[in-house]
T-cell receptor, first 112, second 116 residues
Framework: SQKIEQNSEALNIQEGKTATLTCNYTNYSPAYLQWYRQDPGRGPVFLLLIRENEKEKRKERLKVTFDTTLKQSLFHITASQPADSATYLCAPSSSSASKIIFGSGTRLSIRP | KAGVTQTPRYLIKTRGQQVTLSCSPISGHRSVSWYQQTPGQGLQFLFEYFSETQRNKGNFPGRFSGRQFSNSRSEMNVSTLELGDSALYLC???????????????FGEGSRLTVL
């Protein structure tokens, strides 16, 4: 069955450094992959979508890569700030998917 | 443009009761998906509705049901509540049904259900 793995351990990063989060998937080939941010007690908020024919996508301080050979996506936040502290969820989806499935998320903490 | 609205935001029920949660999608969005989020299981897909039809259902017992109205508003119902149903219930809307052209999902703030 389809499986999505994200760092289960919280990630603690010094302010100003680059935070890198990993999303690995197995047993399927996503046509696109989304990243969301979720703050405690709030709904997830969409950040970026990358398709299988795109190796990299950027938005301001965010960068996402998609390696279909490694079955992995990396999510980078450069010049991290305490306000970036949140849980980040990935959602790889196949073109035939009839539902969007999310990874369990990685909690990121940026310390001043 | 108003976002996705979920009501109620918080509610407390006792075992055996039933609950109905409501979701109003963004204007013009015809797809509504429901998710259950718990600390141990993360975001679990419940079902998706598009144009009043259920397109897909997650691996949940029949106590969990939903519907969508002609104005795209959706409700979900949980009958015979169990302690394990305590969770944050999130709905998300999208202009299109889940598929190859799916873009981002727009989530509401959720309904926090506590079952005692």
């Amino acid at each position: 069955s389809q499986k999505i793995e994200q760092n289960s351990e919280a990630l603690n990063i010094q302010e100003g450094k680059t935070a890198t989060l990993t999303c690995n998937y197995t047993n399927y080939s996503p046509a696109y992959l989304q990243w969301y941010r979720q703050d405690p007690g709030r709904g997830p908020v969409f950040l970026l979508l990358i398709r299988e024919n795109e190796k990299e996508k950027r938005k301001e301080r965010l960068k996402v890569t998609f390696d279909t050979t490694l079955k992995q996506s990396l999510f980078h936040i450069t010049a991290s700030q305490p306000a970036d502290s949140a849980t980040y969820l990935c959602a790889p989806s196949s073109s035939s998917a009839s539902k969007i499935i999310f990874g369990s998320g990685t909690r990121l903490s940026i310390r001043p | 443009k108003a976002g996705v609205t979920q009501t109620p935001r918080y509610l407390i029920k006792t075992r055996g009761q039933q609950v109905t949660l409501s979701c109003s999608p963004i204007s013009g969005h015809r797809s509504v998906s429901w998710y259950q989020q718990t600390p141990g299981q993360g975001l679990q897909f419940l079902f998706e509705y598009f144009s009043e039809t259920q397109r897909n259902k997650g691996n949940f017992p029949g106590r969990f049901s939903g519907r969508q109205f002609s104005n795209s508003r959706s409700e979900m119902n949980v009958s015979t509540l169990e302690l394990g149903d305590s969770a944050l219930y999130l709905c998300a809307s999208s202009p299109h049904p889940t598929g190859p052209n799916t873009g981002e999902l727009f989530f509401g703030e959720g309904s926090r259900l506590t079952v005692l």
